[in-house]
């Protein structure tokens, strides 16, 4: 009797062993709250846009078997593991990494992200067109790539991280121009294989590096209400920061009184109640709380924004005729944009919303001046530097909005190797653009996904969701 209870008691414990063990194949469905507009990873803004390109593309802290930091920080040297290929097969070179980073720190380019390589050496005289390629990036093997930089940035590291590095295939770009985001390849663990207004289908790249994913393939798409309620959702520890631009240029609010105006008219807890639940009021200053800045009250007066409007000395200005942009194609953004609109008209502007195509709303910015812009970007990493950089980023002057100030104390913070001192850094900028509210800052969206069916060994941290390594729970 106790021989069959062992036997049994083994096969149940092998079975379990074995239900547990990965195994190749299945489908992971994802939702987003919203379908990508680009898989331009220099262009990437949106946490969904993030998602599928981590997944198609590589970095260089990714693909690099070893780096050494030199001169204080100031001279990096990245060894990438040969052989790494890109999913058409061709071999990923310390050329294509050059290639990808001076493509996103161009003007032309337009990233949001060029920022990153504000400290490299050569970079104004690339980007002024008075130098070819940025000096300060250097191939020195086929497998080998040198980074010198002209100042300490002790962030710099982390940033190569960020997906806007993500690494490219230089003669395929070249030789597809425009064409090549139909069908992007990078060296990540999925492949493209299509996408359409419903969904982003990848499938497991058989040649990765790091072995080949468990999934067959992932299919993303914005899940149906009831789709969310019986699937596993993950809240990433990632904040959207939803933010109103403000052109500078614009005759009304050049004047600091009347963004004091617009600002005092936004109603937060109204757009939370009114538009979702899942909106996260901001009462207290710009940064998410994640960052661990200390920060001010924000101020809700919309009485003394009606006073401001009022004054004499805006009479002549006040009615002129404002327009706010708010990127179509995002059911939350339309409809923080439609309240924002009414309140700042009860307050006395006169003002106007027009919804813009996601994949011209940066393009329109540039080339029609609203007044106002509505506007959202998702931090990936806790460095402080990436969520006013972003921000407060000379070569996307959407705001056309500059402060010496602020410069200054970016370069403070970069270069300071006591990270109290950094953070000092990061609370004067953060006083300065409440002072002088560049931004009118809205609060949070969290970022949450959903998936079919269960994962097991789903690994997550706040760079990405990492999926490679993780297969579906056997039924």
């Known amino acids: 009797m106790l021989k069959k209870v062992f036997m049994l008691f083994l096969i149940l414990t092998c079975s379990a062993s074995a239900a547990s063990l990965p195994r190749y194949g299945g489908t992971l469905k994802i939702g987003v709250g919203s379908m990508p507009q680009s898989l331009d990873p220099a262009k990437a803004v949106s946490p969904y846009e993030k998602e599928v390109c981590s997944k198609i593309y590589n970095t260089l802290p990714e693909v690099a078997k070893s780096y050494n930091s030199l001169k204080d920080g100031l001279s990096w040297v990245f060894n990438i593991l040969p052989g790494i290929q890109f999913q058409n097969s061709r071999i990923l070179t310390a050329y294509d990494v050059k290639y990808s980073f001076e493509r996103a720190a161009n003007p032309k380019t337009n990233s949001p992200y060029s920022y ?105 798409s914005i899940f149906p209400e009831e789709n969310t309620k019986s699937s596993e959702s993950l809240v990433l520890n990632r904040l959207t920061t939803v933010f109103l631009g403000i052109n500078h240029q614009n005759k009304l609010f050049e004047k600091p009184y009347l963004r004091e105006a617009a600002g005092l008219s936004i109603d937060r807890q109204k757009i939370m109640d009114t538009v979702s639940a899942s909106f996260e009021i901001s009462n207290r200053g710009i940064a998410p709380d994640i960052l661990e800045l200390s920060k001010k009250d924000l101020i809700l007066n919309q009485e003394e924004a009606k006073a401001i409007l009022n004054h004499e000395e805006y009479s002549t200005v006040k009615n002129e005729l404002v327009t706010l942009y708010v990127p179509d194609g995002s059911p939350e953004l339309e409809k923080i944009g439609s309240e924002i609109r009414n309140e700042l008209a009860a307050a006395g502007f006169n003002i106007q919303m027009e919804l813009k195509p996601k994949e011209s709303f940066l393009q329109a910015l540039s080339e029609n001046k609203p007044g106002l812009f509505l506007s959202a970007f998702t931090i990936e990493n806790k460095e402080p530097k990436n969520f006013y950089a972003y921000l407060f980023n000379q070569f996307l002057p959407y705001t056309y909005y500059s402060s010496e100030k602020i410069t200054n104390f970016l370069h403070l913070a970069e270069q300071s190797v006591d990270k109290n001192e950094a953070v000092k850094s990061y609370e004067e900028i953060e006083n300065i653009m409440l002072d002088e509210k560049p931004f009118i800052f809205l609060g949070f969206l969290p970022y949450t996904i ?26």
């Open 116 to 220: 990153i390589f504000n400290a490299v050496q050569g970079v104004d005289e690339y980007r002024s067109g008075s130098a070819g390629e940025i000096a300060g990036i250097r191939v020195l093997d086929q497998n080998i790539l040198e980074i010198n930089l002209r100042y300490l940035d002790n962030s710099f590291f982390q940033d190569l991280s960020l997906c806007a590095a993500s690494i490219l295939p230089v003669e395929n770009l070249n030789e597809a121009g425009d064409e090549f985001w139909d069908a992007p390849v990078g060296s990540g663990p999925f492949r493209f294989v299509s996408s359409d207004e419903k969904e982003i289908i990848l499938e497991a790249n058989e040649e990765y590096f790091e072995g080949r994913p468990y999934l067959n393939d992932i299919r993303f």
């Open 450 to 475: 959903y998936y079919e069916p269960k994962l097991l060994d789903l690994e997550t941290d706040f760079n990405k969701l990492k999926i490679n390594s993780s297969w579906i729970m056997p039924r």
